[in-house]
C-alpha cells in the first residue's frame, strides 16, 4: 500500500542554519504530496503542497520540489528561525491510498537561539 | 473565516462517562474527518464525512460513534472509553470532497482526551 518514509528526528539547528528533512514515498500513479507543520499544542498546518511532478511547492521561506524519479519531496529553508521549531509531517494522497491521506511518522525541528 | 474550531479544548472523562466532541467550520467545505493522534505519532484517520454521509469508518470502535447533524458540524460521541484512548482528538476539513486527488486538509486544535 501506499507509504511516507521521514527522516527520524529530532534534528536540532542553530538559528540561520540551512535545513533539510527528507522524504521519500511509496504510490502507484501520481499522488499529491504535501508537508504539514504542527507547533506545540495545536493541530497541523498545511506548509505546502504540490500536486504533479516537477512542481515546487513553497511558502513561509519553506520549500520542496515533487521528484517523480526518485519518489521523493524533501523540504528545505535556507535560514531557519527559533519559531519554525515544530514537528514536521510529510503527506501523500494518492488513488492507489483510497484518496485517504497518509502522513509520514514526522520529524522534530529544535532551532536554539 | 479559514478557521475550524473544536470544543473543549480540554476534556477528563471516567470509563462510565458518556461526552461529546465538538467540530465546527464556515468555509464551505464538503469533507469532514475526525483523527486520533498520540503522543510523537502522527494523526491516524478514524472517520470521514463526505457531503454530510460517512464515507469511510476505519474500523474504529463502537464506543466511539460519530455525527454529522449539517455540513458544518461534526461531533464525536464517546461512550464507555478505555485509558489507552487518551489522545489529542484532531478534526479536519477540505474543500473537495473526500476521495479528491488534492483534497488539502485544514485541521482544527484539537481535543486533549484524558480517560481515567
Known amino acids: 500500500g501506499d507509504s511516507v518514509t521521514q527522516m527520524e528526528g529530532p534534528v536540532t539547528l542553530s538559528e540561520e542554519a540551512f535545513l533539510t528533512i527528507n522524504c521519500t514515498y511509496t504510490a502507484t500513479g501520481y499522488p499529491s504530496l504535501f508537508w504539514y507543520v504542527q507547533y506545540p499544542g495545536e493541530g497541523l498546518q498545511l506548509l505546502l503542497k504540490a500536486t504533479k511532478a516537477d512542481d515546487k511547492g513553497s511558502n513561509k521561506g519553506f520549500e520542496a520540489t515533487y521528484r517523480k524519479e526518485t519518489t521523493s519531496f524533501h523540504l528545505e529553508k535556507g535560514s531557519v528561525q527559533v519559531s519554525d521549531s515544530a514537528v514536521y509531517f510529510c503527506a501523500l494522497s494518492g488513488e492507489s491510498g483510497g484518496f485517504k491521506t497518509i502522513f509520514g511518522a514526522g520529524t522534530r525541528l529544535f532551532v536554539k537561539a | 473565516d479559514t478557521e475550524v474550531t473544536q470544543t473543549p479544548k480540554h476534556l477528563v472523562m471516567g470509563m462510565t462517562n458518556k461526552k461529546s466532541l465538538k467540530c465546527e467550520q464556515h468555509m464551505g467545505h464538503r469533507a469532514m474527518y475526525w483523527y486520533k493522534q498520540k503522543a510523537k505519532k502522527p494523526p491516524e484517520l478514524m472517520f470521514v464525512?463526505?457531503?454530510?454521509?460517512?464515507?469511510i469508518n476505519e474500523s474504529v470502535p463502537s464506543r466511539f460513534s460519530p455525527e454529522c447533524p449539517n455540513s458544518s458540524l461534526l461531533n464525536l460521541h464517546l461512550h464507555a472509553l478505555q485509558p489507552e484512548d487518551s489522545a489529542l482528538y484532531l478534526c479536519?476539513?477540505?474543500?473537495?470532497?473526500?476521495?479528491?486527488?488534492?483534497?488539502?486538509?485544514?485541521f482544527g486544535p484539537g481535543t486533549r482526551l484524558t480517560v481515567t
Open positions: 464525512y463526505s457531503y454530510e454521509k460517512l464515507s
Open positions: 479536519a476539513s477540505s474543500q473537495d470532497p473526500a476521495g479528491s486527488l488534492s483534497s488539502e486538509q485544514y
